[in-house]
């Protein structure tokens, strides 16, 4: 496609059950990031990688998330335990090159509602 | 550490008027400044971003932005809104590193 796209668009979880959301960047585009967008915290970036690597990780809240991304190309972003304090909108975006003041592209968001 | 401070949460505005959301950000290091919009139930879309050079940058829209190094503000203006441009509005900083700090938003809400 032409932009990021992500999927689900929505997920309905339980508190304690994994979660798993699905980030495709735009075709040849090398780094990809995600973020996190919640009432109480703003838009908070979570990780960041160049290629298959995760050159920055700072932002994950706790070691029930982790992520990862295969064929320099999609990325999934993974909860473990869900909580309902993750509940968010979970946000991809990807730049083509190197991440120094390239614009980044934003897909559509996952919308995570924890019970 | 950075920082990124909207000064005004809401900003109602009527249809036609002139319109600035500010922006003040904190750092010791030369940063990089973008504004994103995000209209409802969208992803963000960037209106303009600062990397060097001239210190006014026009983006999408209509909008332009003026960086004042003396002031550490980015703030973001249009000369006439429209009914269209109601969003929420982000400033973010990014230095040299890819990561991107945003500021709170301003939801802009324009009146017929």
């Known amino acids: 496609g032409a932009g990021v796209s992500q999927s689900p668009s929505n997920k309905v979880t339980e508190k304690g059950k994994d979660v798993e959301l699905r980030c495709d960047p735009i075709?040849?585009?090398?780094?990809l990031y995600w973020y996190r967008q919640s009432l109480g915290q703003g838009l908070e970036f979570l990780i960041y990688?160049?290629?298959?690597?995760?050159?920055?990780k700072s932002g994950l809240p706790s070691d029930r998330f982790s992520a990862e991304r295969t064929g320099g190309s999609v990325s999934t972003l993974t909860i473990q335990r869900t909580q309902q304090e993750d509940s968010a909108v979970y946000l991809c975006?990807?730049?083509?090159?190197?991440?120094?003041?390239?614009?980044?592209?934003f897909g559509p968001g996952t919308r995570l509602t924890v019970l | 550490a950075q920082s990124v401070t909207q000064l005004d949460s809401q900003v109602p505005v009527f249809e036609e008027a002139p319109v600035e959301l500010r922006c003040n950000y904190s750092?010791?290091?030369?940063?990089?400044l973008f504004w994103y919009v995000q209209y409802p139930n969208q992803g963000l879309q960037l209106l303009l971003k600062?990397?060097?050079?001239?210190?006014l940058v026009k983006g999408i829209n209509g909008f332009e932005a003026e960086f004042n190094k003396s002031q550490t503000s980015f703030h973001l203006r249009k000369p006439s809104v429209h009914i269209s441009d109601t969003a929420e509005y982000f400033c973010?900083?990014?230095?040299?590193?890819?990561?991107?700090?945003f500021g709170q938003g301003t939801t802009l809400q324009v009146k017929p």
């Open positions: 975006a990807s730049t083509l090159v190197s991440p120094s003041g390239d614009t980044q592209y």
């Open positions: 075709s040849g585009h090398t780094a």
């Open positions: 990688f160049q290629g298959n690597s995760a050159p920055d």
């Open positions: 750092s010791s290091v030369s940063v990089y």
């Open positions: 600062y990397l060097s050079g001239s210190t």
């Open positions: 973010a900083v990014e230095r040299n590193t890819g990561k991107l700090i």
